[in-house]
């Protein structure tokens, strides 16, 4: 055996015995995603049933999804400055913390809706500073050629809150409480951080060198980082595209199923979907290595802005549930392909706050959407859709007329811009530079505006 075989032979031993490290904290994430689920739908339940108000219910909502996108850039400097393991060890016990405000205020008899709208907040406020050190993670552990394996494997775990955690939390609420569901919940953070206690040795995490932490300096770097690259602005500008569009299915997709079906009809689709999602998960975790990132970006788009497009062209739940199982199988080639293309060409040492960035920005996309969608729906596509004009009787042969068809016209449109976005993705020039990544030599100060 020659120097060049013992070389890599300790190089596949290496990449694997790391990947059994990841393989450990991605079994940790997939624990603490199934105990959040368990609260996301308790809470939704409980909240509902304590008000009557389904305003109620989406206020809640929002006050756990918006501390995660506006601290994303603060949770993303701190991911680079300090050991990004221990980041995610406080940032999953510190997010006990807001459960455990949720959990005395719905214990006391006395249960107030902004108690748990703190509570709820405060949780997400310190999961938003663990994501970007969980993120960049992959990078810290794994050779680039397992970068899509990793991707998948995340997926995986995190889609447990939508397939798995539904179906367990609805059988507990038989036999117990909310309150018994936020206590799993805090349990499944301390499994967490032992799992990521017992693969932090040995692993080495890259933050950034020196004494002195600048927030305004460092996020000045994020920034300027991402501007030194082309195709990474325009990779942003297409995944804010892309959520801006998937929020119109999240909010869209209840109201349209409950138009000619019920609750229970919609549980099942709900289920079919995250179904779609953990398939194309699987596929992707199971691929030795991408050929082209843009490919499967380009894929992605393409074969989820189609079905999603279907799912608003009949008012059938068997063919609904095929469309959104397909929709959500191109799932995953959407957002692991965009992912790998932005870590492939992003200096490591500024992972944690681009990916902040990164995140805030396109996160907005759901914001808009949440605001766009439902005025839209309620005062135009409707309306126009209840109407007698020529365009609705023509379209209408199409789609159907009635209670629901104008959001099923809305959610046709929103298809069609995510699938024009996959078709014009696979021709970007400054898209397709990304494929080859940073060289090596290249550094921070080489990838930012020399004013930075």
């Known amino acids: 055996m020659n120097q060049q075989d013992e070389i890599q032979n300790i190089e596949a031993k290496s990449r694997e015995e790391a990947m059994k490290k990841f393989k450990i904290l991605v079994v940790g994430q997939l624990i603490s995603s199934i105990g959040s689920g368990l609260t996301d739908f ?160 040995g692993m080495v995490t890259k933050g950034t060198e020196g004494a002195g932490l600048s ?47 019920g609750e229970t009809e919609l549980g099942i689709l709900t289920t079919v979907s995250a179904l779609g999602m953990m ?38 739940l068997f063919l609904i549930a095929i469309f959104g199982f397909m929709m959500f199988v191109f799932m995953p080639a959407v957002q692991i392909g965009a992912e790998v293309l932005i870590r492939k060409n992003l200096a490591n040492e500024v992972q944690g706050r681009a990916f902040g960035l990164i995140g805030f920005i396109t996160q907005l996309g759901y914001i808009f959407a949440y605001i766009l969608s439902g005025a839209l729906s309620d005062y135009f596509f409707e309306p126009f859709m209840g109407g007698n004009s020529l365009w609705a009787i023509k379209i209408g042969k199409v789609i159907g007329v009635g209670a629901g068809r104008g959001i099923a016209l ?21 898209v397709k530079t990304l494929e080859g990544g940073m060289s090596k030599n290249e550094t921070i100060t080489k990838s930012c505006p020399k004013r930075l």
Not at 92 to 118: D, F, H, N, R, T
């Open 279 to 316: 398939a194309g998960s699987i596929i992707i975790s199971c691929m030795k290595s991408a050929k082209s990132y843009v490919r499967m970006l380009s894929l992605g788009l393409l074969g989820c802005g189609i079905f999603f497009a279907l799912m608003g062209v009949k008012e059938n």
């Open 215 to 261: 927030f305004r300096r460092e996020m000045k770097e994020g920034i300027a980082t991402i501007r030194g690259k082309s195709g990474i602005v325009a990779m942003i500008v297409i995944m804010t595209i892309v959520v801006f569009c998937l929020g119109f299915v999240q909010i869209l997709s209840k109201p349209l199923i409950l138009a000619f079906a």
């Open 42 to 201: 308790g809470l939704a339940i409980y909240v509902l049933a304590l008000t009557g108000s389904v305003t109620a219910t989406s206020i809640v909502a929002i006050c756990a999804f918006l501390p995660s996108i506006l601290l994303a850039p603060v949770g993303g400097v701190l991911a680079d400055h300090y050991d990004r393991r221990v980041m995610m060890i406080l940032g999953e016990l510190l997010s006990g913390l807001g459960l455990v405000i949720c959990l005395v205020s719905i214990m006391s008899g006395k249960p107030s809706l902004a108690v748990i709208c703190v509570g709820v907040g405060v949780s997400s406020l310190f999961r938003a500073l663990m994501e970007p050190a969980f993120k960049v993670t992959i990078t810290d552990s794994l050779s680039e050629e397992d970068f899509a394996k990793a991707g998948g494997m995340v997926q995986i775990a995190n889609n447990a809150k939508l397939l798995i955690s539904p179906a367990i939390a609805g059988l507990l609420l038989q036999i117990t409480t909310v309150s018994t569901l936020i206590i799993i919940d805090i349990l499944t953070f301390f499994t967490t951080v032992i799992t990521i206690a017992v693969v932090k040795k």
């Open 410 to 430: 809305l959610i046709l449109i929103a298809g069609m811009v995510l699938a024009i976005v996959g078709i014009l993705v696979s021709r970007l020039k400054s």
